[in-house]
Every structure is written in C-alpha cells, then in structure tokens.
C-alpha cells in the first residue's frame, strides 16, 4: 500500500520561504509523475505543480517564479521549495501522481502566509 506522508509546513509571513517534503513509499516511485496539490478553506482541491521522471517541473500560473518542484528518486521524496509567499498560497498542500491522483490523500501539511 503506497503511504505519502507531507511535512515542512508551517506558519510564514508575506515574503518568506518554505520547504515541503512529502516522503512516498510502497510505490514505484521513480517512474512516477508527481505533483504538489492545495486546498485552502472553502475551495476546492487544486493542482500546484508537477514533476515528470526526469525532473522537469510544470507550474500552476499563480505560483510560477516562485515555486520549485524537485525529486530525489533514491529518498523517494518530492520536494517543493516556495519563496515570495503570499497570503493566498495559505492551503493545506498535498502530493500525489500527476496529473491524476492514485494514491490514496496523506494528511497534508499546513502552510498559513499572515503578518
């Protein structure tokens, strides 16, 4: 059974930075496509980014030059390094296959960008 597990969340003000993590195991993980997803309050799930197997990443518009998606294949780990943060990327951020999530949702982690 595939387990995501997403970590590095936290509380941010405007401008600053954080790195997520979402550790995956029971997969095939290097031959995956991989995405970050979001859900803030109200709103639906949406997807953030994607990475395909040889590291190239894809982004929503809003978050564009800001965001970096990364994959270390032999941690079978994603990464999402986001800087510049706004307020409006406050959300509970996932990962899961892209573009079509398969795996089963972990908890997410908590990301609130607030002075």
């Known amino acids: 059974q595939v387990q995501l597990v997403e970590s590095g969340g936290g509380l941010v003000q405007p401008g600053g930075s954080l790195r997520l993590s979402c550790a995956v195991s029971?997969?095939?993980?290097?031959?995956?496509?991989m995405g970050w997803y979001r859900q803030a309050p109200g709103n639906r799930r949406e997807w953030v980014a994607g990475?395909?197997?040889?590291?190239?990443?894809s982004y929503t518009h809003s978050v564009k030059g800001r965001f970096t998606i990364s994959r270390d294949n032999a941690k079978t780990t994603v990464y999402l390094q986001m800087d510049s943060l706004k307020t409006e990327d406050t959300a509970v951020y996932y990962c899961?296959?892209?573009?079509?999530?398969?795996?089963?949702w972990g908890q997410g982690t908590q990301v609130t960008v607030s002075s």
């Open positions: 899961n296959t892209d573009p079509l999530p398969t795996y089963s």
């Open positions: 029971g997969s095939t993980f290097s031959s995956d496509i």
């Open positions: 990475i395909n197997r040889d590291g190239r990443g």
